[in-house]
């Protein structure tokens, strides 16, 4: 029996993880289920119980990568097997899985690029995760590489509606749609957005929609992940990263029950996934809007 304990999970990010997770563990190896709505109290609580239920390895996506949780850096200090999901940390000795985030994020904002769109903005919520710091590196890297000026002004990184666990009430999500009206009307020059989940980039779409701006005709939105819902024919598609989140179920799955083999299994070993890059509705050439007073 293994235990995984998650943040959450949705049809965006999460259930086709566990979709590959449940199917490369097969008839064979049991797997408990557990979410901690990004609580690292409720983490520690529920690798204690699964631990003391009997379970023989642990997969675990935290809720920050800041620190590992104590109940997981304990498991990892007496060498129990613990595989991390959709996160890494430098300086821990943990096996890890994990998407090609960097990379994914800097080809994402050069595609953005090759579209014409060379004032670009960058929108996240305040989770304090690796993944959300390797895009922002990716898209700073993808400025770096293409000679495109980087205006710190235009990120706005502290958002929290969509956090796991967040049951946030209408108007606070209202209040962050206002939010980013605000962001997009504070510089018409800035036509191309990154953002790091898809649910934040609905509610940029509505925000350019409220501050008279058409998607993709005036601003073109990238962001990672999406609902397949293929047959929601009125839903609107954004280009994306697609993160092949049952390899990420699955790799995770085989690397843990390699440490519970025992051998040569049980060396650290970081695996990164790549992911694919999908066109849809949400990107187009660049078309000035305004000139931006450091352009001249």
């Known amino acids: 029996m293994i235990g995984?304990?998650?943040?959450?999970f949705d049809d965006t990010f999460g259930t086709r993880v566990l979709e590959g997770l449940l199917d490369e563990a097969g008839a064979d190896t049991h797997v408990v289920v557990k979410a901690s709505n990004g609580s690292v109290e409720r983490e520690n609580e529920l690798i204690r119980a699964l631990v003391e239920a009997g379970i023989a390895?642990?997969?675990l996506l935290p809720s920050t990568t800041r620190f590992l949780p104590p109940a997981a850096l304990e498991l990892v200090m007496r060498e129990f097997p613990v595989v991390v999901l959709?996160?890494?940390y430098a300086d821990v000795p943990v096996s890890a899985v994990f998407s090609d985030n960097a990379a994914s994020a800097q080809r994402a904002t050069e595609y953005l690029v090759d579209l014409g769109h060379t004032r670009l903005g960058f929108v996240a919520s305040a989770s304090e995760v690796s993944t959300t710091s390797e895009r922002h590196g990716g898209y700073v890297r993808a400025h770096a590489v293409r000679h495109v000026p980087l205006d710190a002004a235009r990120q706005l990184t502290d958002l929290t509606s969509t956090l796991p666990g967040s049951v946030a009430p209408r108007a606070e999500v209202e209040a962050e749609i206002d939010r980013l009206t605000g962001f997009v009307r504070a510089d018409p020059a800035t036509?191309?957005?990154l953002v790091t989940e898809y649910n934040l980039a609905v509610m940029l779409r509505e925000a350019c929609l409220r501050a008279g701006l058409s998607v993709p005709d005036d601003v073109s939105i990238v962001c990672f992940d999406h609902p397949t819902a293929f047959s929601d024919r009125e839903l609107f598609r954004f280009t994306h990263v697609e993160q092949d989140q049952p390899e990420l179920g699955r790799r995770?799955?085989?690397r843990l029950l390699e440490q519970i083999g025992g051998?040569?299994?049980t060396a650290v070993a970081k695996i990164e996934v790549p992911s694919a890059f999908v066109l849809a509705e949400?990107?187009?050439p660049a078309r000035r809007l305004a000139r931006h007073p450091d352009e001249g």
């Open 4 to 8: 995984c304990v998650v943040t959450s």
């Open 57 to 59: 390895g642990l997969i």
């Open 86 to 88: 959709d996160r890494s």
């Open 191 to 193: 036509t191309g957005y």
């Open 252 to 254: 995770a799955v085989q």
């Open 263 to 265: 051998g040569t299994g």
């Open 282 to 284: 949400s990107t187009a």
